[in-house]
């Protein structure tokens, strides 16, 4: 069961760069997240997608960009990679309505130097 | 106004202390309820879901009060394996988006 993957795990990039998240759920759920956790913030939602072709923003959206061109694939793109980009950035996937609950990748360790 | 508001501790018990987390929510309309655990560099993953009567896992007990609008996470005989981070998550009657409490950090001691 491979369920949510994201790659790469570890990314040192420098200010400017642009750089692609990717992930991959094989579950078949109808919604995406991108979240990012800083120390002191808590979890801080990006993104998300409820279907194909659907995105919304969420709660600290600039400097990113998605995509769901495919139900299980939704990448995450900072297009000029910056400092305060830093982070943990978390992947997540939910069956949608409420009672379901929300499953996360791993995580991707992003540093912009 | 945040939607979840937690307190993030440090709660630091001895091994075999009962120790307790709330979680406050604005939202008077939200359906759903969780506790979620984060572990040092990993990501957050399903404790176990709250429900209006109040449901029990093991050691662990979760409770909803609807009236005063919080959730809380009871731990009995508290275990070094326990130490973690417990995030509290609300989801709204739209079930579209999960709001995350920012954790409270437990460390149980030996």
């Known amino acids: 069961d491979a369920g949510i993957t994201q790659s790469p795990r570890y990314k040192i990039t420098e200010t400017g760069r642009q750089v692609t998240l990717m992930c991959h759920q094989t579950w078949s759920h109808s919604y995406m997240f991108w979240y990012r956790q800083d120390l002191g913030h808590g979890l801080r939602l990006i993104y998300y997608s409820a279907a194909a072709d659907i995105t919304d923003k969420g709660e600290v959206p600039d400097g990113y960009v998605v995509s769901r061109s495919k139900t299980e694939n939704f990448p995450l793109t900072l297009e000029s990679a910056t400092r305060s980009q830093t982070s943990v950035y978390f992947c997540a996937s939910s069956h949608g309505g409420s009672g379901n609950t929300i499953y996360f990748g791993e995580g991707s360790w992003l540093t912009v130097v | ?19 307790a987390f709330n979680c406050t929510y604005s939202n008077s309309a ?6 979620y655990r984060q572990d ?22 979760a409770q909803l009060n609807r009236a005063s609008q919080y959730i809380s996470l009871l731990i009995r005989d508290s275990k070094l394996s326990d130490s973690a981070t417990y995030l509290c998550v609300v989801i709204p009657v739209t079930g579209n988006q999960f709001y995350f409490g920012t954790g409270t950090s437990l460390t149980v001691i030996p």
Do not use: H, I
């Not at chain 2, 106004?1 to 120790?19: H, I, L, S």
């Not at chain 2, 939200?30 to 506790?35: A, D, K, M």
């Not at chain 2, 040092?40 to 007990?61: A, H, I, Q, W």
């Open chain 2, 30 to 35: 939200s359906q759903s309820f969780f506790w």
């Open chain 2, 1 to 19: 106004r945040k939607e979840v508001e937690q307190d993030p501790g440090p709660f630091n018990v001895p091994e075999g202390a009962t120790v």
């Open chain 2, 40 to 61: 040092c560099r990993k990501e957050p993953k399903l404790l176990m879901s709250v429900y209006s009567s109040g449901n029990e896992d093991g050691r662990f007990t």
